[in-house]
């Protein structure tokens, strides 16, 4: 599986854009790139997932490099409850499997 | 509310005990995937079952075992437990068996091994 890289933490403000980066160098040709996040005490959530192209959802944006040899997952307007571990993830198109291999993520702590 | 839901809540129990974990995947979802998420080692993919069926497998001790039933629930058993199984212990369900579809997580069971 191909590794993702994220830094370990991150700050924002609330009601401000926040962009999280994540390297994927190694991305093969059919790797989805996948965001889950880990509330405080809850099990992970799905957030948002893409291919090649910049993708939207209600809950936020995901911006994919040219390359794809990066992606940054972006919430246009921090809440409180946004603070929670994000984890980027590579799912492999040709896999025969739906697992997830999750990494370190990015602990995005909210400041009021 | 994903609509996985995962009894009990919280075990504790001693070492070299069993004990089974329970999983109801949300309605109409096939695939059933199991996680550990410990303070040293991160969340973890333990093993996946399809429509009854083990689809792969990945870190999961041979003291572990696990199944899906025709009802779709599965089961997560832990034998001869240690000090080290402590952990939370996540369901997650989906549609398909692959890449399609997003897992849906359940709210884990809180094992401690004394």
């Known amino acids: 599986d191909a590794k993702t890289t994220q830094p370990n933490s991150m700050e924002s403000n609330e009601e401000e854009p926040v962009h999280l980066p994540c390297n994927h160098s190694?991305?093969?040709?059919?790797?989805?790139i996948h965001w889950y996040r880990q509330l405080p005490s809850q099990g992970p959530e799905y957030v948002i997932h893409?291919?090649?192209s910049n993708v939207n959802n209600r809950m936020a944006s995901l911006a994919i490099a040219e390359d794809r040899k990066s992606s940054t997952l972006i919430l246009h307007r921090a809440t409180l409850r946004d603070a929670a571990v994000y984890y980027c993830?590579?799912?492999?198109?040709?896999?025969?499997?739906?697992?997830?291999?999750f990494g370190q993520g990015t602990t995005l702590q909210v400041k009021p | 509310d994903s609509g996985v839901t995962q009894t009990p809540k919280h075990l504790i129990t001693a070492t070299g005990q069993r004990v089974t974990l329970r999983c109801s995947p949300r309605?109409?979802?096939?695939?059933v995937y199991w996680y550990q998420q410990s303070l040293d080692q991160g969340l973890q993919f333990l093993i996946q079952?399809?429509?009854?069926?083990e689809r792969a497998k990945g870190n999961i001790l041979e003291r572990f075992s696990a199944q899906q039933f025709p009802d779709l629930h599965s089961e997560l058993n832990l034998s001869s437990l240690e000090l080290g199984d402590s952990a939370l212990y996540f369901c997650?369900?989906?549609?398909?068996w692959g890449l399609g579809g997003e897992q849906f997580f359940g709210p884990g069971t809180r094992l401690t091994v004394l």
């Open positions: 993830i590579l799912r492999g198109g040709s896999s025969n499997t739906g697992k997830l291999i």
């Open positions: 893409g291919l090649t």
């Open positions: 997650a369900s989906s549609v398909f």
């Open positions: 079952y399809y429509n009854g069926e």
């Open positions: 309605s109409g979802d096939l695939s």
């Open positions: 190694t991305i093969s040709g059919t790797d989805y």
